[in-house]
T-cell receptor, first 107, second 116 residues
Framework: GQNIDQPTEMTATEGAIVQINCTYQTSGFNGLFWYQQHAGEAPTFLSYNVLDGLEEKGRFSSFLSRSKGYSYLLLKELQMKDSASYLC????????FGAGTTVTVRA | ETGVTQTPRHLVMGMTNKKSLKCEQHLGHNAMYWYKQSAKKPLELMFVYSLEERVENNSVPSRFSPECPNSSHLFLHLHTLQPEDSALYLC???????????????FGPGTRLTVL
């Protein structure tokens, strides 16, 4: 819903950096979450952006540009355990989820 | 442990059965949600109970019926389901401000439902 667009799959090697882009509809936008979801498990919170700019949390960072309807999640120093689906979730009057980007980390 | 529990974790039912999924949150939140997650599809919001108001996704069939007796408990009653209803059903809770601003949602582990 809400024209959320993120890549379906990405593959990278251990120790590398991955950037997952997300674009969304700007009308009614109130902020954006990123969630991580391992196969067969529930999503877990990674980050929240409401203002423009970069939010850094250890190896993970998230960026938001409200005027462009654009966000990205940056994963640094990739580890095997980072293999998961990453969900972009912008907030309108309710939370909407993108289809998720499946990241595969290879040794 | 996120503070949101769901039972049962797995459920297999026939199309003529009636069953209920249960969710309980121990976080003091004032909003609870049901999501459906089918294979390789986005999370689909089914129902929201927020500030004592129910918001529905109008595309959800009537064979799914939610019940929220209080702010800590949420049920999803199932009857005459179809095989395509087989999916992971996730419950979540969050704190919603009086101005309607939504905060981070905490998810339960989900119920894996199989309809035969």
């Amino acid at each position: 819903g809400q024209n959320i667009d993120q890549p379906t799959e990405m593959t990278a090697t251990e120790g590398a950096i991955v950037q997952i882009n997300c674009t969304y509809q700007t009308s009614g936008f109130n902020g954006l979450f990123w969630y991580q979801q391992h196969a067969g498990e529930a999503p877990t919170f990674l980050s929240y952006n409401v203002l423009d700019g970069l939010e850094e949390k250890g190896r993970f960072s998230s960026f938001l540009s409200r005027s462009k309807g654009y966000s990205y999640l940056l994963l640094k120093e990739l580890q095997m355990k980072d293999s998961a689906s990453y969900l972009c979730a912008p907030i309108y009057y309710k939370l909407s989820f993108g289809a998720g980007t499946t990241v595969t980390v290879r040794a | 442990e996120t503070g949101v529990t769901q039972t049962p974790r797995h459920l297999v039912m026939g199309m003529t059965n009636k069953k209920s999924l249960k969710c309980e949150q121990h976080l003091g939140h004032n909003a609870m949600y049901w999501y459906k997650q089918s294979a390789k599809k986005p999370l689909e919001l089914m129902f929201v109970y927020s500030l004592e108001e129910r918001v529905e996704n109008n595309s959800v069939p009537s064979r799914f019926s939610p019940e929220c007796p209080n702010s800590s408990h949420l049920f999803l009653h199932l009857h005459t389901l179809q095989p395509e209803d087989s999916a992971l059903y996730l419950c979540a809770s969050s704190q919603v401000g009086t101005s309607g601003n939504y905060n981070e949602q905490f998810f339960g582990p989900g119920t894996r439902l199989t309809v035969l």
